[in-house]
């Protein structure tokens, strides 16, 4: 007998990787699962919800419980070794997560789902035990998902064939337009085992999500549906930038970094429409000295006003003097809402680093893009950005791996001083992210399907329809 009145369509444990970039669009989704009547519990790093900007509920409807991945006073930072990390967060993750399911059930809060981060299969393994629903959730792109699913099977060898290689769905890419962990796998090689590993049990998922949506990866999308249940159900960004059908849902939530809006917003409200460069490099990315200094040099040199993004701990990167010589141009602080700072009319142009969670962002607020990828999918997201969805430019480094001063600003300028017809096309892309969310879109379709299919599989939500006739 349940210790509580179970009124929810069913109960989903969410469990993102613990970064700021995975934790955003799972935080968004389950937003949108308890608009659509479920329930969401949050699992979360012992460490994560311990930070100092993470501990606010990041709804009044979802409740938030920890796991541990072994290293709960510091996190990956204090792991001797990524590989360690990893190792560690399988095994003491593994029996924490059986831990919590364990104790919701006997709390009277049983689950019926688990949908956990592609970075973490060994969670399908744990759902499994349980008998629970599994739905693996991918933060990247299919196009780049696809790559690692091809290495995976032993589809494409490495080295990757060149001048150019093609997959299904994909345009033809070369080598170093792939993601770093393929291209030059001896550099990441714990990561290029992570990135495999997501395959290596998505045969026994439920359901495999994905974080875009159906008309921006249509070709790479119908390819994968052939392989696994797959639903794309993005753009995962606050629904008051695109449909606005979830009241106040206007930020993440969790912030693993401390934002200075009040600062960042007075500065932008002083700035005539559209003559902003915004730059950011996300929560993990760090640029060399060198890269930094061709950076602050190249945005000074286009004239324009720029706003950028350094962390704390890059800082002492910039030139010497850097801040007070641009002080009526520029603006540089250690963090911000990025969603409001993009939708803000001054901002016309984005240099960005190519995340993907990122790139979703600019594309579904139309604002351009000025691409300098660093690792990861980021490439591989840049490739998309200049000729697929063509909605910017890369900035393409020299023999060295360095974007110049010259290069970068020719690109912010060209982006700035685009053509009408460019202005067309990212207004499209805006516009079809916005559909996608909105009811009857193609993501909301898919919602509506996991979440309908889910309710007719809980247990507990049959009897109660049973018991009290189902809501309407």
């Known amino acids: 007998m349940e210790k509580e009145t179970r009124t929810y369509k069913a109960h989903v444990l969410v469990l993102p990787y613990p970064t700021q970039g995975h934790l955003n669009p799972m935080l968004q989704f389950s937003k949108r699962l308890i608009s659509k009547g479920l329930k969401v519990t949050l699992a979360t790093t012992i460490f ?30 204090g792991a001797k070794s990524i590989k360690y990390y ?40 744990v759902a499994k035990r349980f008998d629970l629903v599994g739905a693996v959730f991918f933060t990247q792109s299919c196009a780049v998902n696809s790559i690692y699913y091809h290495i995976h099977k032993g589809l494409l ?8 290689f093609s997959l299904p769905g994909l345009p033809s890419l070369e080598p170093f337009e792939a993601p770093s962990f393929v291209y030059a796998p001896e550099s990441y090689p714990a990561f ?7 395959f290596y049990n998505i045969d026994d998922a439920d359901w495999v999500l994905y974080n875009t949506f159906y008309e921006l990866e249509k070709e790479v999308a119908e390819w994968m549906e052939k392989l696994w249940p797959l ?62 200094i061709e950076l602050a040099w190249g945005l000074k040199g286009t004239n324009y006003y720029f706003l950028w993004i350094v ?25 911000c809402s990025q969603l409001e700072v993009l939708a803000h009319e001054s901002v016309g142009c984005f240099v960005t680093h190519c995340g993907f969670n990122s790139t979703l962002e600019a594309l579904s607020l139309g604002v351009p893009m000025v691409a300098m990828p660093q690792w990861t999918d980021q490439r591989t997201n840049a490739k998309y950005v200049e000729d697929v969805w063509e909605v910017g430019k890369r900035a393409r480094p020299d023999e060295k791996g360095v974007v110049r001063r010259e290069v970068i600003e020719l690109c912010i300028r060209d982006v700035m001083e685009e053509r009408k017809g ?24 898919n919602i509506d399907e996991f979440v309908s299919k889910l309710a007719a599989s809980s247990k507990c939500y049959t009897k109660l329809q049973a018991s009290f006739g189902a809501p309407h």
């Not at 969790?254 to 005539?272: H, S």
């Not at 460019?422 to 805006?430: G, L, P």
């Open 311 to 335: 962390r704390a701990q890059e800082e002492d990167k910039l030139p010497n003097k850097f801040k007070e010589e641009i002080s009526e141009k520029g603006l540089v602080i250690s963090w």
């Open 231 to 292: 639903r794309t159900i993005g753009p995962t960004i606050p629904s008051m930038y695109l449909d606005k059908r979830l009241e106040n849902d206007k930020d993440y939530s969790i912030n693993l970094f401390k934002p200075n809006n009040g600062a960042c917003m007075r500065w932008l409200r002083a700035k005539p429409k559209g003559s902003v460069i915004y730059v950011s490099f996300g929560s993990l990315a760090a640029l060399e000295e060198e890269q930094m």
């Open 192 to 198: 290029y085992d992570m990135v495999l590993g997501q």
């Open 86 to 125: 990893l190792t560690t967060f399988q095994e003491i993750g593994s029996r924490t997560l059986a831990d919590l399911i364990t104790r919701l059930r006997d709390s009277g809060r049983p689950v019926d789902a688990l949908v956990y981060d592609s970075f973490l299969p060994w969670a399908l393994d």
């Open 157 to 164: 060898q490495l080295p990757l064939p060149g001048p150019k």
């Open 48 to 77: 994560v919800f311990n930070s100092k900007h993470a501990q606010d509920p990041p709804s009044n409807s979802i409740d938030v419980e920890t796991i541990s991945d072994g290293h709960d006073t510091c996190g990956r930072a």
């Open 422 to 445: 460019k202005q067309m096309k990212k207004n499209a892309w805006r516009d079809m992210a916005k559909d996608a969310v909105s009811e009857g879109g193609s993501s909301d379709n």
